[in-house]
Every structure is written in structure tokens, then in C-alpha cells.
């Protein structure tokens, strides 16, 4: 499978570890951050897709193209990604959890601040560290 040459390829689906540093690790991270530096605990899976591709495109640097597309419902339309969807599959192994009959994603701060600390520890502190520009942003976006 073949993404930009920038980032890393995606995350295998049937294996926890993949590439250090990829989308994978970036959700992670950034919804982590979220979490611990701004309380939030729960986002509902429509506003992640939507603000995520969003971040795509305010730091492309740190985030891969996500190769996004408006789909188009009854009632409104929405973005999807197909590999976004793929990557927050993989971020569920790392730590991420969904609720509310699968439609809201849940960070406790407990197993939000393991999972830097094991971003940390694996993909390194500066990857860690720029990741929270995005946290920080997403949490703007949320309120």
C-alpha cells in the first residue's frame, strides 16, 4: 500500500504495532492530548471525522492527506476518509475506546496519559511534542 513518501505507511489491521509515527499514533496522540490538557473526554465519531480532516488540511505537515471525500445522505452531507476510518480502526488497539453503540469515542485521562507516555517511549518525546498543536487545536474546535 503506498501513502505520501513524507509519513509512514498505515498501520497493518491485524497487527498492534505498526509504523512508529503513523496516523495511528497521530490520533492517538492527539486525541490523548485532548483529553489530559483540556478535559475532553467524549466526541461524538461525526464531529471526529469532520475536525480531523479538518486538521488535515490547518497541519499538513504532522498529518498525512487523508484523501478526503463529501458523501452525500438524505439528510446532509459529511466527510469521509477511508483512511482515516482505517487508521482509527487501529488507534481502538491502541487505546482509544468506543461507546455509545459505537457512536461517540471515549479518552479517560488515565489511559490517555499511558498512551503518550507509551508514544513517548516509542515514537520519542518530539513526536509527542508536536502533536500537541493539534490536541490543542481539536479542543478549540470542540467548544
Not at 489491521?13 to 496522540?29: E, H, P, Q, R, T
Not at 457512536?103 to 508514544?119: G, K, T
Amino acid at each position: 500500500m503506498c501513502t505520501d513518501s513524507q509519513f509512514p505507511e498505515l498501520r497493518p489491521w491485524d497487527k498492534l504495532v505498526g509504523i512508529n509515527g503513523d496516523l495511528a499514533d497521530v490520533i492517538v496522540g492527539v486525541l490523548s492530548w485532548a483529553s489530559i490538557s483540556h478535559s475532553i473526554t467524549v466526541i461524538s465519531l461525526a464531529n471526529f471525522y469532520s475536525l480531523f480532516i479538518q486538521l488535515s488540511k490547518e497541519f499538513p505537515d504532522l498529518i498525512q492527506d487523508l484523501h478526503s471525500v463529501t458523501r452525500r445522505d438524505e439528510k446532509e452531507d459529511f466527510f469521509y476518509s477511508n483512511r482515516l476510518c482505517d487508521s482509527l480502526e487501529a488507534a481502538f488497539q491502541l487505546g482509544v475506546r468506543i461507546s455509545g453503540g459505537g457512536q461517540h469515542l471515549e479518552m479517560s485521562p488515565q489511559a490517555c496519559r499511558q498512551n503518550l507516555e507509551r508514544l513517548g517511549k516509542r515514537v520519542g518525546e518530539a513526536f509527542v511534542a508536536n502533536l500537541n498543536p493539534i490536541g490543542n487545536r481539536l479542543a478549540e474546535l470542540l467548544k
